[in-house]
């Protein structure tokens, strides 16, 4: 039997920030597929294609990620999306970032499986954990 076509993603990186918005006030701003450039420090600008379902990232400093909605879920306020193509060392990523009700505020959680490409898995995670820890940073400071 030939399994290799089915080999596990090697790496995983997750990060969570509590929001002392609502669950619903906080996917209000996530839940955008390319609202990202409004609230991430290191995306310029987002373009969303014609169809709604890939998004095309300008990074602060120059580069381009382009990103796949994998599939959008509203009430359960997350979506899963892959990328495309980019600069950042990853292959085979898919990431989910979610939103859950927290007392009286939220937590976000961001999560990401991926195979390292052109780097070290240890570079492969610091770059995806720092997207992920800033990103919530700047989306959480209120």
Same mark, same amino acid.
């Given at each position: 039997m030939l399994l290799s076509g089915l080999a596990a993603q !090697? =790496?995983?990186?997750?990060?969570? #920030? %509590?929001?002392?918005?609502?669950?619903?006030?906080?996917?209000?701003?996530i839940g955008d597929f390319c609202g990202i450039a409004k609230w991430h420090p290191a995306i310029e600008k987002?373009?969303?294609?014609?169809d709604g379902k890939t998004r095309t990232l300008s990074v602060k400093g120059g580069?381009?990620?382009?990103? !796949? =909605?994998?599939?959008?879920?509203? #009430? %359960?306020?997350?979506?899963t999306y892959s990328i495309?193509?980019?600069p950042l060392p990853v292959?085979?990523?898919?990431?989910?970032?979610?939103?859950?009700?927290d007392g009286s505020g939220?937590?976000?959680?961001?999560?990401?499986?991926?195979?390292?490409k052109g780097a070290s898995d240890a570079?492969?995670?610091?770059?995806?954990d720092g997207v992920y820890e800033s990103g919530?940073?700047?989306?959480?400071?209120n």
């Open positions: !090697a =790496l995983e990186s997750s990060a969570k #920030a %509590a929001s002392k918005l609502s669950a619903d006030a906080l996917w209000a701003k987002c373009e969303l294609s014609a580069g381009t990620i382009v990103e !796949a =909605l994998v599939k959008m879920d509203p #009430a %359960a306020r997350s979506y495309v193509s980019g292959a085979n990523y898919t990431s989910t970032i979610s939103v859950a009700a939220s937590v976000a959680t961001w999560t990401g499986k991926y195979d390292a570079e492969a995670t610091k770059a995806i919530l940073k700047a989306l959480t400071a």
